[in-house]
């Protein structure tokens, strides 16, 4: 299995399971973790969702092996493998439950993207974070929406530009990272937080992670209209 669903109580644990390509997205993987997402949140008994990755790193980013394929001759899997990424890469905030990444190792890429998608991060101190996709003449054209909006224009080109890639003290400096703890601790922590999150008004906290994201786009006004919305709508989730 490409994903691995493990259910601790209300939390369900998505694991990345390509440990010998350092859980590299190829498209099977891609689809198998999409899909993983939503059935999560269908399903009413999941409350929180922690995402890892088997082995000794989070996610190397995009399997290149599959690129030999990916050209401009067969412009449909194209096509199709950019829908399926593009969507992967912000599926997480679009959740109604909360996740957190637990990431240790290698996060970058595509990787870096699923890592900083998520709605928080623990981090091991053995992290690499960052974009090396112009060192293989790629541009990182679907992760740099993500990484614009985590970081500061000049840091986020000079990791896109150079490749130089973030320790975890560098990454929890710059607020990509809500947590650094020894390798050995990330998943224990990540599911710390997954099962505080369980704990909530599972209704309250979806409208609350969902305002959340609605008010980081919207000018003032309107996002004050949106929360007042929201806090009507609130009343009715006390008993």
């Known amino acids: 299995m490409t994903v691995i669903a493990e259910d601790h109580g209300p939390v369900r644990v998505l694991t990345l399971n390509r440990p010998d ?137 000079e990791l896109v530009s150079t490749g130089r890639l973030l320790t975890a003290a560098e990454a929890f400096e710059h607020g990509l990272v809500n947590r650094v703890v020894a390798p050995e601790e990330v998943l224990p922590a990540a599911l710390e937080i997954a099962e505080h999150w369980a704990k909530v008004e599972p209704r309250a906290i979806a409208a609350a992670k969902d305002l959340f994201y609605r008010v980081a786009d919207l000018p003032t006004g309107a996002a004050m209209r949106a929360g007042q919305d929201v806090n009507a709508l609130m009343r009715g989730f006390r008993a």
């Open 21 to 157: 390509k350092l859980n590299a997205l190829n498209t099977a993987l891609t689809r198998a973790l999409s899909d993983a997402f939503t059935a999560a949140d269908a399903d009413r008994d999941v409350r929180a969702l922690v995402l890892t990755g088997a082995g000794r790193g989070f996610c190397a980013g995009a399997d290149l092996g599959e690129f030999a394929d990916l050209t401009p001759g067969h412009a449909d899997a194209v096509l199709e493998r950019a829908a399926l990424t593009a969507k992967l890469q912000v599926q997480a905030r679009q959740l109604r439950i909360p996740v957190v990444s637990a990431v240790r190792g290698a996060a970058v890429g595509g990787g870096a993207g699923l890592a900083i998608g998520a709605d928080m991060v623990v981090a091991g101190t053995d992290l690499k974070f960052g974009y090396p996709e112009l060192k293989h003449s790629i541009v990182p054209a679907l992760v740099m929406t993500g990484l614009v909006q985590h970081l500061g224009r000049k840091l986020a080109f």
